[in-house]
């Protein structure tokens, strides 16, 4: 058998997808017997949807030694699970949580900050102090909402962009471990943050406080101005809102375009979807409170976001910046080359991630109060 | 015969593209002659490039009518034109740009300016006037640099973005006719545009002149900065680089993430590259003069960059608002939802088109000297 034919036929399947492989093989099979010179094999000529051959991305060579390390990662193993419940989702929380926990003491260090656990008006926090707080921020306080699709990260597990705030950013911050599923639902996670920055703006003025997160942790930051206008409280002074998951509806361009290129979600119908409805417990996916584009974002306070080329949620971070600018709020928008989901997060030393907590940083210095 | 079989096997071949057809053809014959179960077809499970399958992206329906006709048009038919020498780009442009004439008469109407073809320092230009020019802007002038990768968009052809930043912005704005291969080859281009933007701050402070430009014009915009510092004059107030061809050496990750996502520009193999290559005529592409990304930014102006999600530019838009960001200048970005390559600049009637001018406009109303 001529091995140079297997070769080339191993390097084209490669670059199909194992959820095609019924599909593709019966079309391969009909494709050899139907066959003939001269038959259409071309793009549509009409108007309508994009058909996009199977492709190979080369890991880029523009960004950084730790970046490419982390653009070239497999497409995440686990991205297909499907948890049906909460039960479920935090057997796989809690496997990871460990993981991330172990790395925790070293980048406290590396970032030269502290952390303690504690309560505020009965929602657990981590309170993460700079060893070095310049004189403008002495008055100022930032409260952290974790990412991890309303399922994941919890207790410590839910700190490292918390901590990686307060190092490259020398603020205070203030790290929620809202409850999340199996112990509560819809809205606990946004009840418990409410009442997190409700007990820090009791001390700390609203304009002096800032609020971030990435992931839900973005879509929660944005939800948070959402509740606190509906329910008559000050607003915070800034925000950033990562990458959000500000449409739980899978609709966002990118949920497609960017399908199996972003290799941290994924997918529209991988994990992140399947916990969001875990989340959502039935609620109505379109509620600007899970889908945070669809709100009414008057009277917003000056928001960074921030977004990578592959991530699976640019059109769902660049939809929520255009909302704002057509208000005429004050919103940054950087988009960073290459990365997938969150990656701007993923690795302190990365210097792609001094870039975005510095750029996070230089908005909160230029629109908090002091 | 069985025509359900080949109404799917003709789904499945409309999905792949012409130019891989000889390789999916051979490939098929082989996949169906070694198909064993249980053959790997999975993503590889090792660091290293992306093997991302075939896919269908639907027209989204998160922008305006106007907007999903642009999104939904087919690829560009023309895009792997491989014009060799001057001469066929011209005959291709000037074909094109007879098209492009006779919509600008309802332009000016539409957008209540005036034009008049003029003559600065021996480079041919059209001058644009708003019927409305508020007080604010009377002393100010914009130099529109227009793009089609340096070989399209001659005479009034090259005007229709200049008429829309006019006309959306009421700005007084001068068009310049640079020459064109095969007439002239770099920097041609380049010494024009300078030549017309001396003249222009001969008569007005250069902090009230902005210098605003798409595609190959958006770079253009970028390399009048680096050849302003170079020669020692003054730069411009501010200016607007929309997806800029800031990187001619095919480097940007987006060059191949949104390969054939794109129906503009679709390849970084295809006539704008090769056009590019016409005009540089030799020249070494990394020169910061046509690959402005790989220029010294310190002192920049202020900076809007515009660009969309499926924009095969949108990594080198977004490269270029980094390295302006990391010296910290004062750089703005938008990226819209969906577009392709320009495409916020395809239809005045667009409510996109209109909020991207929009966004330039005041922009440029914040930056620029009165």
Same sequence: chains 1, 2.
Avoid at 55 to 83: C, Y
Avoid at 272 to 284: N, S
Avoid at 285 to 295: I, W
Wanted: one cysteine or more; proline letters at 7%.
């Amino acid at each position: 058998m001529n091995t140079d034919w297997i070769n080339t036929w191993r390097k084209c399947e490669r670059r199909r997808d194992r959820a095609n492989a019924t599909h593709s093989l019966a079309s391969l099979a009909l494709a050899v017997a139907l066959a003939l010179p001269g038959m259409a094999l071309a793009q549509p000529q009409e108007p309508g949807p994009r058909h996009v051959p199977a492709k190979v991305l080369a890991v880029p060579t523009d960004v950084s030694p730790e970046m490419q390390e982390i653009i070239a990662r497999p497409l995440n193993p686990d991205w297909h699970d499907q948890w049906k419940t909460g039960e479920e989702a935090r057997r796989y929380a809690d496997k990871q949580a460990a993981g991330v926990v172990k790395t925790i003491p070293a980048l406290l260090e590396r970032m030269h900050v502290k952390m303690e656990a504690s309560i505020m008006d009965g929602v657990k926090v981590h309170v993460v102090t700079p060893d070095d707080v310049p004189g403008q921020n002495r008055n100022r306080v930032l409260v952290h909402v974790h990412g991890g699709c309303y399922v994941l990260f919890p207790g410590e597990s839910g700190t490292t962009e918390a901590i990686m705030m307060a190092g490259f950013g020398h603020f205070k911050v203030i790290a929620v471990d809202y409850r999340m599923p199996p112990e509560a639902y819809f809205p606990a996670a946004l009840d418990d943050s409410m009442a997190v920055y409700k007990a820090v703006i009791k001390d700390t003025n609203s304009k002096n406080v800032g609020v971030f997160g990435t992931s839900a942790g973005g879509a929660l930051t944005l939800e948070m101005v959402l509740k606190a206008k509906q329910d008559g409280l000050p607003i915070p002074g800034a925000i950033s809102s990562g990458t959000p998951m500000s449409d739980a509806t899978k609709t966002g361009d990118s949920f497609y375009t960017n399908e199996k290129v972003d290799n941290v979600l994924v997918s529209p119908n991988g994990f992140c979807h399947a916990a969001t409805l875990i989340y959502a417990h039935g609620h109505d996916l379109h509620d600007p409170l899970l889908s945070p584009v669809y709100g009414d974002m008057h009277g917003f306070p000056p928001t960074i976001l921030t977004t990578g080329t592959r991530d699976l949620l640019l059109s769902n971070t660049v939809r929520v910046h255009r909302k704002l600018r057509e208000l005429h709020i004050d919103a940054a928008l950087n988009v960073f080359e290459a990365q997938s989901h969150a990656q701007y997060g993923f690795d302190d030393r990365a210097p792609e991630t001094k870039e975005a907590f510095g750029e996070i940083a230089e908005f909160f210095n230029a629109h908090l109060g002091k």
